[in-house]
């Protein structure tokens, strides 16, 4: 499983704006093949930070998703609307055996 975080700070006047679109993105994307999890996160201590986190069956599905043509201009979008570029990490993982 390929497990994906991002983080974008937004401009306050924009934060509405960057709430909207992101939800707009995560309901898009949830419906691609290979997505297990998308989600947008609002964080409680710094209100102007909002936090994605993805699972994806695999690096093939994860790298269809970066290609969709709607996911490309997420990407400009919200980093027009951020204070500073968003940051993104990727990680590679397998359920642990408890």
């Excluded at 995560?26 to 999890?37: A, Q």
């Excluded at 996911?71 to 359920?95: N, Q």
Aim: proline share 5%; hydrophobic share 50%; aromatic share 6%.
């Amino acid at each position: 499983m390929i497990i994906v975080t991002g983080v974008v700070h937004a401009r306050p006047d924009n934060i509405d704006a960057v709430l909207a679109i992101s939800l707009e993105h995560v309901r898009r994307s949830r419906r691609e093949p290979g997505c297990l999890l998308h989600s947008v996160h609002q964080d409680v201590e710094d209100p102007l930070k909002v936090v994605f986190l993805e699972h994806w069956r695999d690096q093939a599905a994860l790298v269809t998703h970066f290609g969709v043509a709607a996911s490309r201009a997420f990407a400009k979008e919200i980093t027009a609307l951020a204070d500073r570029p968003p940051v993104i990490d990727v990680y590679e993982a397998e359920a642990a055996r408890l």
